[in-house]
């Protein structure tokens, strides 16, 4: 317990700072070591509404949005101050001592386990996200769950959600990002599956755990082995680690397959083609929390944690052979992930499917090597999804289904939620002037030059082909990501109301909100016009690659005939869309999936990998193999164990009656004890004392002939 | 006088009475044979106090000590035979057999 | 192993005198096992407990000699005979006193193993070797080392004594039955 | 020295208990308030102790020579040159903490829940004698010691199972034999164990008479049955060679029975599923851990050499073990059997990092015990009170448990996640860093076997997830079954709570800051790491 004590003050004390290239910036002062109640406060809090919600102001709402509101605040402050004056700071918490190291430079120096929290850009701009969207959430929230079932405990596991996510972002080492991606994880499984009388909810939950375990499987691999070859999960000592270069050090024999274990694992996150099942069923959680999950805190982490690894992946000779896969696997994604967009009736389908699209395009921007642009699209993008979520939720609560043949015509009932709706839409089509325009050009951009001849890319992956290809999917990406907005919008404000009773404008509670976000997805994009504004470049991009000399790469200048292309490709989109559903407005129920012969029947069966997954792999295992696992251990294993037992049961009864014959009584009683098939507890019950006195004798005797023949002989 | 011989006798008076105890169904009867067994060890004592011509006749001292406690036991064996054939009309060992679960 | 030889066993006068006393001693210890009547039992374990007295004072045990005398044949005995008069034990040739003959063979062999386990011992371990020739343990001595040697087993035993007397009581006391206890004159 | 370090402070911790006993057993059957709160006493007192033990425990003092603390070495049976030497390092210690901690929420949630054939005296004295054969096995430094505490664990937990048991009937497989549960469980559970600890002790003396004390200082040709000395002379090569390896072996079966290991298991579900609440939950958390401590104290240290030749085999049989488990997890419909299976996944992980024979895989092994401890303690804590509502362990007809008893649902859902290795909660540490060390095991054993390991295990934490979260969906969500209608369901009552409460604080203190055990554990670990590489030479 003296351990404990002075591991007490350790605690206290071991606080360090640790910044890493950091030394021509401010570390922030008092603002940036008391970063740590950033994450703390909601995990605190969570409990606490546990316990103490149901008498709280608003049974629970209460404490968890004054949380968030905390969390804001201190998000706000420190993303100005940072973009003013850059921040790197990094603080430590000794957990424990494991054992000692057995791989890199320091060969038996003792390995540490560590709590922290880490002030820079990136993690300062997650802060802010997750801070200002997630508070604009709560305060949506109160309004959508009012009156709701456990309305105390889902306040409680919503703030757990966040809290998960800011634990993630402000960890400083691998096993406190482990540590925060799966408390994201299990508070999504709580949420998801928050209606958990009815049985698909529940499995929805079910499958989102397990498509995220799956995939952890690799982030805990990857962790594994980069922690255990740089000998710290410290991410500055992995920095220094890649800083100091390539060549035979045991980081970088391992990189290929850390970095790809370690892409295995955001994949999972963020969704990835083909590991994106999870999203789309992740619906049946109240709609807040899809608009959390979408937007701020569960599917950013892959791309997050990707940019935390960014040198690792950069860097020659590490994990660089890896960019030529997170480029396809995201130019995937967001293509057909796209396609699956365009058939769904469920509003919040399209809105899930168009959030796997726009991950696959930061995943794309982050193997482009775009840093900024990837998270300047992340930033941009949580702003108009968390408000598209949000309307739709609106629209939901007004009309009591989520699906789009019960809509239409809703423009009249619910202004606020229309235009908000439009802009946030438009904004995330990428029409120009509105957020996603600069975001997602900044990302085209990013994947032209990784296509270009001075790229890392193309000179030591000989990725050229392959990014102009890329380039190409996404400029379509855009194009279909106008097309199906177009319909939603359509299907769900155009034309006649098809459902039943009179929809009305959702609460204030819920309006105001809206237009936050609206704002914000409006204006967003300012904040990084290329060679006009570079707040985001400067705060969160350049400063982190102090140490590796022109890394990442960030567009100076807008390249207007690129902006026109994905803009045109926007607007014809729309175009497109309106052609298809706007002329005839009452005709459109019949029209408003389209069905292509061949490709019809692929998306509505969603390319046929969920049930791949359940058919192929998931039935299988639950059903004929463990069934098989177990009869085995029935029939074989325990076959030989009882066998035994029967073998010895037949032996003494074999005994018991030749003994029958014998005449004597000592042997009798004993025998007709072991002859009881082999009962153990009916051994010497013949309950007759002069029998055991006679077996006690004989005992005697034995011993006592055996000392006096040690004494003799 | 030869010690062996004694220490044979009182094998011999021994072995009679682990016998009697054995094979006797009688309860008094079994007791009876105690007696027997405690005769034997008493010869021992006695024999062996002889043979190492003991100062302070630490074999005889414990004969009488056996002699004592046998008496004891007497007492306590007969009342104990007494309440069983009080409470089973009979004092045959073999019907007692409580001791099986 | 030690010689064994006639000699030393037939020498003096005294054996003799051992062998006129143990033998019939070991018939007596035979015929208290075996008898098929209660009281005859009874009677040849006096003789038997006679017979190891005579030994004691042949071998100068006088003390303890008359100690069996009267507390065994004395009191036990007749303790014994009460027993049986109480318990009704069959007066008379009586065969169901035994256990039927496979269970008396098995005891036979066990004790029959034992006695010549111990026989073989001692031959072993002392041969012919003689005690030494005995003058009589005054009951003086004897008192004095039992009450400064050995007083405290002494006093042991003395509680030992107490407690079977009492428990004795307890045990063999028919409980009085309720209307007995009515009539208040519930006893010992 | 005062009185409590010189050997008084760990004998109390240890045979308070069993005092405790006999004092149960003295108390008129009546008076079963007296007997409960007399066993409580104990079990409490028996607590105390071993934290202020904790507390004298001096974690820095590893440099002066001996690593065992608190201890004493007394003459015993001298006739065998067997000696009372007991005493704790960083390893022994959390166990030793750990046991204590669950016989006294144990004593304190059987208050009322007394499995039939009612009779609380008995149930009583044998939990608090099993309590004294687990904590004596933990402190015990001698061999002979160590085999008689070991033992001694092994009737009270018979009986619990074969007197309070499960008295279903049950048909054998193949053999088509029907017998009534518990006896067939206890019966199993017996022989299996007495069938390892004939081995076992086997490998013990021949340990004893391949022993020579003049290599330690000691009269040459003499032998030793003393933990630390044989450990001493098993670093200087003396149990080299070719006997070796059939010692290991025989060490080997005694332990891996206990813990137990993959082909060894069969004894567990039965054992578990049969017997009464308290013993399933003793038995998951501290019998189990007899085993794999017993690796650790005795078969690695003074078998070194032999240990890095058999580490593949042991980690081949401990993933066979994680995989398999998982599966026949995946096909139990009851769930205290389903549970009982997870143990064995869960000891897989223990195993693993054992089998990698580095400092890091056994402080996960050890927190891993530590972890499995409380969290499958809880988990049979759960089941049996559940079970004693519904009057039945089949998930299928327990759906919707989270509506009818809200708080029981809601532990039951931290415990499970807990136990599928959730960060932040005590089930952790013990499989992640099982497999951290299985990337890079000691050198000189095969890397490309270790790492396959790695990745099956991992596959493994995918399996565990899946049949904790399919039993969660059993037996929490959904609508609750019409057939509970007008059941008196009361949720979780006083004294469960007074039970269970220490225990998911104990959970969550665990996971939130690991150093409660390593900080012990450290130390002590390298300590005995480093002996098996200078043994090796590497």
């Known amino acids: 317990m003296t351990h404990l004590l002075a591991s007490a003050d350790r605690l206290l004390l071991a606080a360090e700072e640790a910044g890493h290239g950091a030394e021509e910036f401010a570390d922030g002062g008092i603002l940036a070591s008391g970063a740590w109640l950033i994450p703390v406060v909601p995990m605190v809090v969570a409990f606490l509404i546990v316990f103490f919600g149901k008498r709280s102001p608003y049974k629970g709402w209460a404490m968890a949005t004054g949380t968030m509101a905390f969390v804001a605040l201190y998000g706000v402050v420190l993303f100005i101050s940072n973009l003013n004056q850059g921040i790197t700071y990094e603080g430590a918490v000794h957990l424990a001592d494991i054992g000692t190291q057995s791989l890199g430079e320091h060969v038996g120096d003792i390995f540490a386990i560590e709590w922290g929290w880490m002030v820079d850009g990136l993690s300062i701009m997650m802060y802010f996200v997750v801070g200002v969207v997630g508070l604009l959430v709560f305060i949506y929230a109160k309004g959508y769950m009012e009156g709701d079932v456990r309305h105390t405990w889902f306040f409680a596991s919503f703030t757990l959600f966040a809290g998960g996510m800011l634990v993630l972002v402000s960890a400083p080492n691998l096993i406190q990002l482990i540590v925060g991606w799966e408390l994201v994880g299990v508070a999504s499984y709580l949420l998801i599956g928050h209606y958990w009388e009815e049985h698909e909810n529940s499995s929805a939950a079910i499958k989102a755990f397990l498509v995220n375990k799956v995939a952890d499987t690799g982030l805990f691999i990857g962790a594994i082995i980069v922690g255990t070859s740089v000998g710290s999960f410290r991410f500055t000592d992995i920095m220094e680690a890649i800083a100091a270069g390539g060549g035979d050090t045991p980081l970088a024999r391992f990189a290929f397959w850390a970095g790809l274990a370690i892409f295995i694992g955001a994949m999972g996150k963020s969704a990835q083609f083909p590991l994106h099942v999870w999203l789309p069923d992740a619906m049946a959680g109240p709609t807040p929390v899809s608009a959390l999950m979408h937007a701020a805190t569960m599917v950013t982490a892959g791309v997050y944690l990707i940019g935390r690894m960014f040198p690792f992946y950069m860097v020659e000779g590490f994990a660089d052979e890896v960019r030529g896969i997170i480029i396809v696997i995201g130019a995937l994604t967001l293509f057909l992930t796209g396609l699956l967009a365009l058939v769904q009736d469920d509003i919040k389908r399209v809105l899930a499917y168009s959030t796997l699209s726009q991950l696959g395009y930061m995943v794309t921007a982050m193997g482009a090597g775009a840093y900024t642009a990837g998270l300047f699209h992340l930033f941009t993008h949580a702003f108009f999804k968390a408000l598209l979520f949000l309307g739709a939720g609106a629209v939901i609560h007004a009309v009591h289904s989520n699906n789009m043949s019960d809509m239409g015509g809703l423009r009249k009932y619910m202004p606020y939620t229309f235009w908000t709706f439009v802009i946030g839409s438009w904004a995330l089509a990428g029409i120009p002037v509105l957020a996603g325009f600069w975001s997602k050009d900044e990302i085209l951009a990013g994947v032209q030059f990784a296509g270009s001849s001075e790229s890392g890319f193309s000179i030591a992956q000989g990725g050229a082909g392959l990014a102009n290809l890329v380039l190409v999917v996404a400029i379509a990406g855009a194009f279909v990501t106008a097309f199906y907005m177009t319909r939603a919008v359509w299907l769900t404000f155009f034309g006649t109301y098809k459902g039943h009773g009179t929809p009305h404008e959702a609460p204030r509670v819920m309006t105001y909100p809206l237009v936050g976000l609206a704002a914000g997805s409006a204006l967003a994009g300012f904040l990084n016009v290329p060679g006009v504004t570079e707040f985001f470049t400067e705060g969160v991009g350049a400063r982190f690659f102090e140490g590796f000399g022109g890394l990442e790469h960030h567009v100076t200048s807008i390249d207007w005939a690129l902006a026109g292309l994905g803009s045109a490709a926007a607007i014809a989109g729309v175009a497109v869309g309106y052609t298809i559903w706007g002329p005839d407005r009452e005709t459109q129920q019949a029209r408003d999936t389209f069905s292509i012969p061949v490709l019809y029947p692929l998306l509505r069966h969603k390319y046929y990998i969920d049930d791949f997954y359940m058919d192929g792999v998931v039935r299988p295992v639950r059903g004929p193999l463990a069934r098989a696992v177990n009869w085995f251990n029935d029939h074989v294993i325990d076959l030989v164990v009882n066998g035994a037992g029967w073998l010895a049961a037949v032996v003494a009864r074999a005994v018991y009656f030749f003994d029958q014959r014998g005449i004597d009584g000592a042997i009798h009683a004993s025998a007709s004890v072991t002859g009881g098939g082999g009962g153990l507890l009916r051994l010497l019950q013949t309950g007759k004392v002069q029998q055991y006195a006679i077996l006690l004798f004989a005992g005697t005797v034995i011993l006592v002939a055996g000392f006096v023949s040690f004494a003799i002989f | 006088m030869i010690i062996t011989q004694f220490v044979i006798l009182g094998a011999a008076l021994f072995a009679l009475g682990v016998y009697g105890v054995l094979s006797r169904r009688n309860a008094v009867l079994v007791l009876l044979s105690v007696e027997l067994m405690l005769a034997a060890v008493n010869i021992n004592l006695v024999a062996f106090d002889a043979f190492v011509a003991d100062r302070i006749a630490g074999g005889q001292i414990f004969a009488l000590f056996i002699i004592a406690v046998a008496a004891a036991e007497v007492g306590i064996g007969l009342a104990i035979v007494l309440l069983i054939f009080r409470n089973r009309r009979s004092a045959n060992v073999d019907e007692l057999d409580l001791l099986k679960l | ?188 | 020295m005062g009185w409590f370090e010189s050997g008084w402070g760990l004998s109390l911790v240890v045979f308070l208990p069993m005092v405790g006993a006999f004092a149960v057993l003295a108390i008129p059957k009546a008076k079963e308030e007296a007997q409960k709160q007399t066993a409580f006493l104990f079990a409490l007192a028996s607590f105390l102790l071993s934290v202020v033990v904790a507390f004298q425990f001096d974690y820095g003092a590893l440099g002066d020579g001996s690593r065992y603390q608190l201890g004493t070495d007394l003459q015993w049976i001298s006739a065998i040159s067997s000696r009372y030497h007991i005493g704790i390092d960083g390893i022994s210690l959390p166990l030793l903490v750990l046991s204590t901690f669950v016989t006294l929420l144990s004593v304190i949630y059987t208050w009322n829940h007394f499995p039939d054939p009612h009779n609380p005296k008995a149930f009583l004295a044998l939990i608090l004698v099993l309590a004294t054969g687990m904590a004596g096995t933990f402190v015990a430094l001698d061999l002979i010691l160590f085999f008689v505490f070991f033992e001694v664990v092994l009737l009270p937990m018979y009986f619990m199972i074969g007197i309070w048991g499960d008295r279903n009937e049950v048909t054998l497989p193949v053999l088509r034999r029907t017998t009534e549960m518990r006896l067939y469980a206890a019966i199993k559970f017996f022989l299996f164990t007495l069938f390892g600890s004939a081995f076992m002790l086997l490998g013990f003396l021949a340990l004893f008479f391949r022993s020579d004390m003049g290599l330690v200082g000691g009269t040459p040709g003499a032998h030793t049955f003393d933990i630390e000395l044989l450990t001493e002379m098993g670093g200087m090569g003396v149990f080299a060679g070719g006997a070796a390896f059939w010692i290991f072996a025989a060490l080997f079966l005694g332990f891996a029975v206990k813990v137990p290991m993959f082909p060894f298991h069969t004894w567990l579900p039965d054992a578990h599923t049969a017997a009464p609440t308290v013993g399933s939950v003793l038995l998951a958390a501290i019998l189990l851990k007899l085993g794999t401590y017993a690796f650790v104290r005795i078969s690695l240290p003074i078998l070194p050499e032999e240990a890095e030749s058999w580490a593949p085999a042991i980690a081949i049989l401990a993933v066979i073990g994680i995989i398999y488990a998982s599966l026949a997890c995946l096909a139990q419909t009851d769930m205290k059997r389903l549970i009982a299976f997870s143990s064995v996944g869960h000891m897989g992980f223990v195993m693993l990092g054992i089998a990698t024979l580095t400092d890091i895989g056994i402080n996960a092994a050890i927190i891993g015990m530590v972890a499995h401890g409380v969290i499958t303690g809880m988990l049979f804590f759960l089941a049996g009170s559940m079970s004693h509502r519904y009057h039945t362990r089949e998930m299928a007809r327990l759906g919707g448990n989270q509506k009818l008893m809200p708080i029981m649902g809601g532990i039951l859902g931290f415990t499970a996640m807990a136990s599928l290795g959730l960060p932040g909660l005590a089930g952790f540490w013990g499989e992640f860093m099982a497999l951290l060390a299985s990337f890079n095991p000691l050198e000189g054993l095969s890397l490309s076997l270790f790492r396959t390991l790695m990745i099956l295990g991992a596959v493994g934490t995918v399996l565990t997830a899946g049949y904790m979260l399919w039993m969660l969906q059993k037996v929490n969500f959904g609508e609750p079954s019409a057939e509970w209608e007008g059941h008196d369901l009361h949720d979780v009552d006083r004294w469960e709570m007074a039970a269970w409460a220490p225990m998911l604080v104990a959970i969550l203190g665990i996971g939130v800051f690991p150093r409660i055990v390593f900080g012990a554990t450290n130390e002590a670990v390298i300590d005995v790491v480093d002996g098996i590489r200078a043994a090796i030479g590497v």
């Open chain 3, 1 to 188: 192993m030690v010689a064994v030889t006639a000699g030393d066993w037939f020498s003096t006068p005294e054996n003799y005198v051992f062998l006129a006393i143990a033998l019939p001693l070991v018939f007596a210890g035979w015929r208290v096992v075996t008898s098929s009547n209660v009281v005859h039992a009874v009677l040849y374990l006096v003789g038997a407990l006679g017979g190891s007295a005579a030994l004691f004072l042949l071998l100068g045990a006088e003390f303890v000699a008359w100690a069996v005398v009267l507390v065994y044949i004395g009191a036990v005995v007749v303790l014994f005979l009460f027993g049986i008069m109480i318990t009704r034990a069959p007066i008379g040739v009586e065969v169901e006193l035994s256990h039927p003959l496979r269970v008396r063979i098995s005891a036979a062999l066990v004790s029959g193993a034992l006695f010549v386990l111990i026989a073989i011992a001692a031959l072993t371990a002392f041969g012919s070797e003689s005690i030494p020739e005995a003058e009589v343990t005054r009951t003086a001595d004897i008192g004095q080392s039992i009450f400064e040697r050995f007083v405290i087993p002494f006093e042991v035993v003395s509680v030992v004594l107490l407690a079977a007397l009492v428990g004795g009581i307890v045990i063999a006391r028919r409980d009085p039955s309720p209307e007995e206890i009515a009539a208040g004159k519930e006893t010992l």
